[in-house]
């Protein structure tokens, strides 16, 4: 087993860190000006062919560029934005659009230029997929869309939306197919941006399908391989995205030992009482064995069949780690840890939606259970 980094997967963390903490961390609030940024950065192209404009990089190393967007930038809400969008919508179209879509859509995804979303949750079918009411109808030349998408991150701002419905109920899993759809396609219309707890600069909202309707070329892959294209996409989610959190809990660690030395009570630094040094050494041990598995699951995932259980671990482990981190960091810094000015609290409320996101940590563990035989 060897734990190192290459000389270019270096090259590229180095350099994405330094753009993270140089550029985005220092945006101002134009959202389109950060998602140019995050475009010029090469974060929103990683793992999209360079013919494409992408920097056609593998999953753990572009799981490592990712972590460096999360420890540099302090908008984790950008990052996450910037992860969905090329895990969730790029990364499908670049795997299983024809190669029409592929050159009409992924150059201006991955400069910054396009927002991508991906909306496959409705109201009664969030965890099982397979319940979608949304539906596809053959129509010449098209597919007709109907239905609704509840919490489709980045919605407000999106360009393309990568869309699931059923085109053949009956089928179950082999009835559901996958569209690439733009924004301003009659039909379809983006509802209110929800306001949710943490992540605040992606927009979440729902979406309506009404008689929408959508060329036959933008589907992904063939009729009834949307569940192949979810899957997919789920696991480069599960894995790539989660690494940003990685980079936010490394963050977060270094600050909560500075805090921890440069802090007085009772004549002495609050590092030096146990309860407070052995609470910072849990969150190092969160942090070490999330991101070891993490890595796992991306390395499983290109030399593996199926990494399911390592991909569900993985995601298990990095977003429980950062939610439980985020409350040692707000209890470390006591009164400082709980007013809005110190900023240490807008880590807890980022992680908390990350044990709900890309499958709940309930279905994560019911994967894994599965896959053990149980």
Known sequence: MDFSWTAEQETLFRGGLEFAAG???RADGDRRASWRLCGEGGFLGLCVPREFGGLELDLLTAARVIEALGQGCRDTGLAFAAAAHLFACALPIAEFGLD????????GLCAGELVGANAASEPEAGSDILALRTRAERDGDAYVLNGQKSYVTNAAEADVIVVYASTNPAHGYLGLSAFAVDRDTPGLEVGEPHDKTGLRRASLAP???DDCRVP?????GEEGQGAVVFA??????????FAAYLGVMERQLEEVVEFAKTRHQFGRPIGKNQAVSHRIVDMKLRLDAARLLLYRACWAAAHTRDPGIEVSLAKIAVSEAAVASAIDAVRIHGGAGVVSETHVDRALHDALPSTIFSGTSEI????????LGL
Not at 100 to 107: A, D, I, N, S
Not at 216 to 220: D, V
Not at 364 to 371: E, F, G, L, W, Y
Request: aromatic content about 2%.
């Open 100 to 107: 029409h879509t592929k050159r009409r859509l992924l150059p």
């Open 216 to 220: 036959a070329t933008r589907m992904l």
């Open 232 to 241: 997919a996409s789920m696991q480069a989610e599960r894995s790539g995205l």
């Open 364 to 371: 994560q563990r019911d994967i894994v259970a599965a896959k």
């Open 23 to 25: 550029r985005l961390d």
């Open 207 to 209: 979406i309506y399908l």
